[in-house]
């Protein structure tokens, strides 16, 4: 286990460097950029996704050029602005550089977990970071355990019990609840609980009271959950269907096979049958899908439901980031994704030889 671990981590470098490579390049194409951000700031006007004047290409490809191709004249909104200005605010961005200068420096300062300031805050990268993760953590981390906790008890009854009333209704409440989108039913949330039209039981914005500060360690904690019930209910609305019926289907398969009948015919109980042996067979599958939910529970699945409750986590903070054009935010959004997102892979392959110590990555090629 320890090669196929030390294979694995060697493995991440290629990857990871081929996912840098392949947004930094998709980014020189990419319309309009920090540069005409700032130049629309200073005169009043707005920049949109077709700001660059010509066609394609972003501040991030151009500034490679050299002389008065790459001041004034090249950027909408920086006619009668002096070509040396916008020389400087190059500079300040870094696309006074070629190409291959700023992503081999990117790349130097990311191994070593330095992600630079943002353009457009005046404050570090991974400090913006750190303070927005507090809120993605809370509704990922809840809305995965909440998740998995309900759907695979329910997915084993269902399996236990398929084709009952109860395996019926169950699967048409959570297909319902499945084609109901989250932002829907989040908006239908509050105005049916936190005071839109009918009750106000649950607060409509915010992780905290105003209070915060004041309340006991007790109340903190009440406090705290207090404003997750609307938001992971609405999250984990959708998020039950996959798992469910996932579990249920992995169990009926197992159930059928031979050495369940064998299991039962030497006399164990129901329970013994399906906790002591299905069990550990039926959820490699699940956990197989576990790194997937995992990342997408935490940093891509919360951009509405954070806009719609007003909770600044991360999914708002990358959105933002990706119109502003602030790019250190953007690419320290990506890495640290990506990379969390290989070790969390990691992590569920170490989880199979847990689960199950008949399968050996040892002997496998990665």
């Given amino acids: 286990m320890g090669t196929y671990i030390l294979r694995r981590l060697l493995l991440m470098i290629p990857t990871m460097f081929g996912i840098m490579a392949v947004s930094f390049a998709i980014i020189q194409f990419a319309p309009g950029g920090p540069v005409e951000q700032m130049i629309a700031q200073l005169t009043g006007t707005n920049v949109d996704a077709t700001a660059r004047i010509g066609g394609g290409g972003s501040d991030f490809g151009s500034a490679q050029q050299g002389g008065e191709g790459s001041s004034a004249g090249k950027y909408r909104g920086s006619q009668g602005l002096d070509p040396e200005f916008i020389k400087q605010l190059e500079k300040q961005f870094g696309f006074d550089k070629p190409w291959y200068e700023r992503f081999g420096k990117m790349l130097w300062n990311y191994i070593r977990f330095d992600f630079g300031q943002s353009y457009f805050r005046d404050v570090s990268v991974i400090s913006l970071i750190a303070e927005k993760l507090p809120v993605s953590i809370s509704l990922g981390l809840w809305m995965t355990l909440i998740s998995y906790g309900i759907s695979i008890p329910l997915g084993i009854r269902k399996a ?8 019926v209704w169950t699967s048409t409440a959570i297909v319902i609840g499945y084609a109901i989108p989250g932002f829907l039913f989040a908006v239908f949330l509050i105005i049916l609980f936190a005071g839109g039209s009918f009750y ?133 959004n990506l890495y640290i994704f ?29």
């Fill in 160 to 167: 236990v019990n398929e084709g009952s009333k109860f395996d």
């Fill in 200 to 332: 106000h039981w649950f607060p409509s914005r915010g992780l905290t009271s105003d209070n915060w500060e004041q309340l006991s360690l007790l109340g903190k904690v009440g406090d705290y959950f207090w404003h997750l019930v609307l938001p992971i209910t609405a999250m984990s609305l959708s998020s039950f269907a996959t798992t469910t019926f996932l579990t249920k289907n992995s169990f009926l398969d197992e159930i059928r096979k031979q050495y369940v009948v064998t299991a039962r015919a030497k006399g164990l109980t129901e329970k013994r049958v399906l906790y002591g042996h299905v069990f550990r067979n039926a959820m490699l599958i699940i956990i197989a899908g576990f790194p997937g939910a995992f990342v997408a529970a935490f940093f891509t699945g919360s951009l509405l439901i954070e806009k719609i409750f007003s909770l600044d986590g991360l999914g708002l903070l990358s959105f933002k980031s990706i119109v502003d054009r602030d790019y250190p935010v953007v690419f320290a």
């Fill in 338 to 366: 990506s990379l969390i997102g290989i070790i969390v892979g990691l992590i569920s392959d170490l989880t199979y030889t847990w689960v199950d110590p008949r399968i050996d990555f040892e002997s496998r090629e990665v």
